[in-house]
Structures are given as structure tokens and as C-alpha cells.
């Protein structure tokens, strides 16, 4: 029965127990069944690793090799891949992590794997042409009172407690073999991911700018992002929000402009 | 099916796609005559990849090869699977598209890996009526290729090539010979391979893999990371002066040469398809 046979094949290799499988592999030849298995087994969870390894390499340094193969075989476990494509194997790793002890006490680790794979995402997502200054121009003075901004398809923000994006670029900018120590922040900060011209790029947000970006990633309109710098800028409020405003098209931030013809 | 028959095209002598080339191939138009791309890299919804994709396939016919389709399992076909795949299919309007004699997945649980099955009845049965449920879905015939195994079942009572002539007959479906991975099937199940060439019918073979190998002394692993061998470039003379000339490209996956090298080497492969002609 082929159900059968898959089925023995599956527990062999992804749980380990391989003896029922065993016995339904021809005997004969230079290696044994149990080898022959063995080239299986073998190549499933090292496929996976070496998946998890290109998905988290700063991860990977930030805990050592010991660890991090320690993490890679537990999560092969717990998270068995249910999507066809490899890439996606890797995406439950910080919640992996958050939620397995003794992990869940390292908080750059699960940071890490957050950055990490949001980078993925990033990387992914549509590309679509980047609004430019001249299209900003071509925003009738009178519309934007209607004008709704919408961020690109792989724009990500995500608040650390620490300073992960830093640590990060140290490994990935090749300067040194070994992560900055990671360092709490004072204050939680927050962290945007996005891709223009096809390349990945992040920064750090200051609070004021995070909240009208979590607005603008809602699509509401230009005033609403205006009412919410009220309440630091007053008077100033409005030109603060065209001044961020500004900066976000400059970055290949923005992929859209809606506004009411009048 | 009710999608018509073409007669069998020959694209002559090609490559792998692979990122690590994606700049040359654009910047210098090398003369590879066609590339393969793996359907599931490209299943996403931009990026580098597909960038490059949709400029390279302005260049070069391109062929669809996926590694997910798990025609072998029993679970039901993945559809969403399939549905990413015709997708991807309306993008690239490829010359055909294959997969592999395996199954990958069972329960929801993918093995990302070239599982192999019993050859028998009952898989002979299973498995092609669920190439035929594919090829209905796409609207076009689909290429299935030998993977290289390292074991096989008590199960099994007939052998590949009469397995795979088999399916072949009763789906109505068209074949990627993968000549090493015969090679290496050969090495690690001792058959010899030229019995296995011998039985399948040329009118089925679209296509043809070359590609290096790990031979660790006792049985060999199919790592497409070195050149391809002697032996495999015989089995490939005697395979195209049985079937004459085959669209034949080179798999490297791992360890990925310049382009160059890889030229170099499928040019071995164009001088003895001429040959053969
Ligand atoms: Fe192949």
C-alpha cells in the first residue's frame, strides 16, 4: 500500500522513527537499509538548516554555532515546513524562539529573528514604481485636503527593545566577523524595512514619525496625519507632516497618491 | 486531453538559471540557446528574481522545472500549488514544463525533498492518473523526469525504465531524461544504465539533464556541484545517437561556476549532439 510506505517514510524521517520503514527497503548492495535511510534523513534536516542558516545569519552569530544548530533542530521539530516553497520554512522563528525556553529570555535573539526575516518579506513583496517628487508637484494645492498616501507593498515597521537593526548592520556590512554586543535601548524604538530599485533597505523612525506612519500604512488621509503632529508641533504641525512627507518619497517610500479631483 | 499535440521541438543546448548569472547573461548575451528556471523561485510577487525573469525571457526560450509537485504522494494534488504554478505559467508562456517521478509531501508536510516510490501497480495506477488530472489542469502536456534514488522497496516489482515507459504510455505524457541521474541510480541500485536507455521511447524525451555528482565510494550522491563525469558524457553519446538530437542543458546547483565554465562544458554537449545528428 503506497499510502502505507509514505507514511512509514515520513515518521523515518521526520520523527526518527525509522524501524517500520526499515523493513520495507530492499535489502542488498553495498549499504545497508538503515543507510540508505540514513542519505534520506540526513539531507532532509540539513536542507532545512542550511535554510534557517542563510534565513538568520546574524542570529546564528548573535548565539554561537552550538546554539543555533540547537534552535535549528528544535524548530525542524515543532514547525515541520507545510509551504512548497523552502523560503518560507524559516518564518515562525521568532515566535519559535518567544515562546521556547530558554530562548524566550534571549530578547536580541528573538529581535534578531524578527529583523531577519522581515528582510525576506521585504524582498518579496511587489515592486511598484515609487512616486517622485514631480508627481508630489502635480498634487492640485486644493486636493490635499482629500490626499491619501500609500506606502509601498514592502514597507514593514516593527518597534525593538533593542538595538537589533544596529547590531545587525555590523555583521551584514562585512566590517567585522562578530556582532556589536547588543545593548538595551532606554526607550523602545522603532524600525522601518522597505525595498526601492530592488535593493532592501531600514532605519531607524523617531516616535513622532512612527505614529504618521502607522497612519499612512492605514491609508488615512494627509489632515489626519496632520491632527496627529498636533499635539507636539501646534502651529508647526502641518509642516512637519509635509516635511516627513517629503522625506518618505525622496526614499522610495510611497508607491501611491489618492486624492479627489476637484 | 484536449490540448494538441506538437510535435516534439528541439531547442538545442542550455542552462539552469541561476542568480549568481543573472547580470552576465543580460549585460553580455552568451550563447546558451535557452534556460531552465525552477518554477519555485519564481513563485513570488516581485523582487530580483522575477526583474531579471521577465528581461531574460525577452532573450532566450524558457522552460518551467519544478521541484514540488509531488505527482507521487497521497495526499490530494495541491492546488494552490498548481494554481501559482499556471500562474507563473501566463508569465513566462514557457516551451514546456516538468517535474519529477517522486513524491515531496504528505499530511500538509513538505520534505523538500526527490522521495522515491515503489514501482508497482498500485503507484503506476495512482501516479498517472494524477498526471493526466495535471495535464488537464494546465491544458498542455507535462514532462516528467527520473529522479536518482538511494533505495528501493520490497514494493516494487517492475523496474524504472518499465515503470517510467509505463506512466509515460498511460498518462500520455512526455519525459525529462536526466541521464546522470540514471548514472547514479545505476550505481547505488546496480542496474546498468544503457538496459534502462534502451527501453524508453524517444518520442517521449523532450528534454535531457547532465549534471555532476558525489561519489563517496559505496553509493553516490546526486549533488549537481562538480562538472559532469566521463561516464555520464558516454551514457549521454549513447543516449542521443539512440534518440537522436534532445534539447540537453547542465544542472549545477551548488558551488555554481562563472558562466563561462559552464559555457565550456555545454559545449561538450553541443559537439557530440552534432555529431550525433
Ligand atoms: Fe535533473
Redesign the pocket.
Known amino acids: 500500500m503506497l499510502n502505507h510506505i509514505q507514511e512509514k517514510f515520513k515518521a523515518a524521517i521526520f520523527e526518527g522513527k525509522d524501524e517500520a520503514f526499515i523493513a520495507e527497503i530492499e535489502e542488498g548492495g553495498k549499504i545497508d537499509p538503515k543507510q540508505r535511510l540514513f542519505i534520506y534523513a540526513h539531507a532532509y534536516k540539513s536542507r532545512l538548516v542550511e535554510t534557517l542558516a542563510d534565513d538568520f545569519p546574524v542570529l546564528h552569530s548573535l548565539v554561537g554555532d552550538d546554539m543555533f544548530e540547537e534552535i535549528c533542530l528544535d524548530y525542524i521539530d515543532k514547525y515541520p515546513s507545510t509551504s512548497t516553497p523552502l523560503r518560507y520554512f524559516g518564518q515562525h522563528m521568532a515566535k519559535y524562539l518567544q515562546d521556547t525556553k530558554p530562548y524566550s529570555e534571549i530578547i536580541p535573539a528573538i529581535e534578531m529573528a524578527k529583523f531577519e526575516w522581515t528582510f525576506n518579506d521585504v524582498f518579496d513583496a511587489p515592486d511598484k514604481v515609487a512616486v517622485s517628487e514631480s508627481d508630489v508637484g502635480a498634487v492640485p494645492p486644493e486636493a490635499w485636503t482629500t490626499l491619501r498616501i500609500h506606502l509601498q507593498p514592502s514597507f514593514f515597521m516593527n518597534e525593538y527593545k533593542w538595538n537589533t537593526p544596529a547590531v545587525w548592520s555590523t555583521v551584514s556590512d562585512e566590517q567585522d566577523d562578530k556582532p556589536m554586543m547588543p545593548q538595551e535601548y532606554p526607550v523602545a524604538s522603532n524600525c522601518i524595512q522597505w525595498k526601492a530599485d530592488l535593493k532592501c533597505f531600514f532605519r531607524s523612525v523617531p516616535d513622532d514619525e512612527a505614529a504618521v506612519l502607522k497612519l499612512a500604512a492605514q491609508s488615512k488621509s494627509f489632515p489626519e496625519i496632520c491632527e496627529q503632529l498636533i499635539d507636539i508641533y501646534e502651529g508647526q504641525a502641518t509642516m512637519r507632516a509635509a516635511e516627513l512627507f517629503k522625506g518618505w518619497v525622496m526614499e522610495g517610500l510611497v508607491s501611491r497618491l489618492e486624492y479627489l479631483k476637484v | 486531453m484536449n490540448s494538441k499535440k506538437i510535435k516534439k521541438p528541439f531547442l538545442g543546448y542550455g542552462l539552469g538559471l541561476r542568480t549568481d548569472h543573472y547580470e552576465e547573461i543580460l549585460s553580455s548575451d552568451p550563447p546558451i540557446d535557452w534556460f531552465e528556471i525552477i518554477s519555485e523561485n519564481y513563485m513570488v510577487e516581485g523582487g530580483r528574481q522575477l526583474y531579471h525573469l521577465d528581461r531574460i525571457k525577452e532573450k532566450y526560450p524558457i522552460v518551467m ?1 519544478g521541484v514540488s509537485l509531488s505527482i507521487g504522494s497521497t495526499d490530494p494534488l495541491n492546488m494552490d500549488y498548481l494554481k501559482e504554478l499556471k500562474k507563473l505559467e501566463s508569465r513566462v508562456n514557457p516551451e514546456w514544463i516538468s517535474d ?1 517521478l517522486c513524491w515531496t509531501s504528505l499530511g500538509g508536510h513538505n520534505s523538500h525533498d526527490l522521495l522515491p516510490l515503489p514501482y508497482n501497480q498500485e503507484t503506476l495506477k495512482h501516479v498517472s492518473e494524477r498526471i493526466k488530472q495535471v495535464q488537464d489542469y494546465l491544458g498542455r502536456q507535462i514532462l516528467i ?1 527520473n ?1 536518482s534514488s538511494y533505495l528501493t522497496y520490497k514494493a516494487s516489482d517492475m523496474t524504472e525504465w518499465d515503470f517510467i515507459s509505463e506512466i509515460a504510455d498511460e498518462a500520455d505524457c512526455l519525459l ?1 531524461f ?1 541521464v ?2 540514471i548514472y547514479v541510480s545505476g550505481f547505488n541500485h546496480n542496474f546498468d544504465p544503457k538496459e534502462y536507455i534502451d527501453r524508453i521511447n524517444p518520442e517521449r524525451v523532450w528534454q535531457i ?1 547532465l ?1 555532476g555528482h558525489e561519489n563517496n565510494g559505496d553509493y553516490i550522491i546526486d549533488t ?1 556541484d562538480h562538472p559532469v563525469i566521463d561516464e555520464v558524457w558516454q551514457l549521454y553519446q549513447y543516449t542521443i545517437e539512440k534518440m537522436g538530437p534532445v534539447s540537453t542543458m547542465i ?1 549545477r546547483d551548488d558551488h555554481i561556476p562563472p558562466l563561462d565554465e559552464l559555457i565550456t562544458e555545454l559545449e561538450k554537449a553541443r559537439k557530440l549532439g552534432e555529431g550525433a545528428c
Do not use: S
Open positions: 522545472h519529477h523526469e529522479a525529462l536526466d546522470n541521474n539533464h549534471a549537481h544542472e
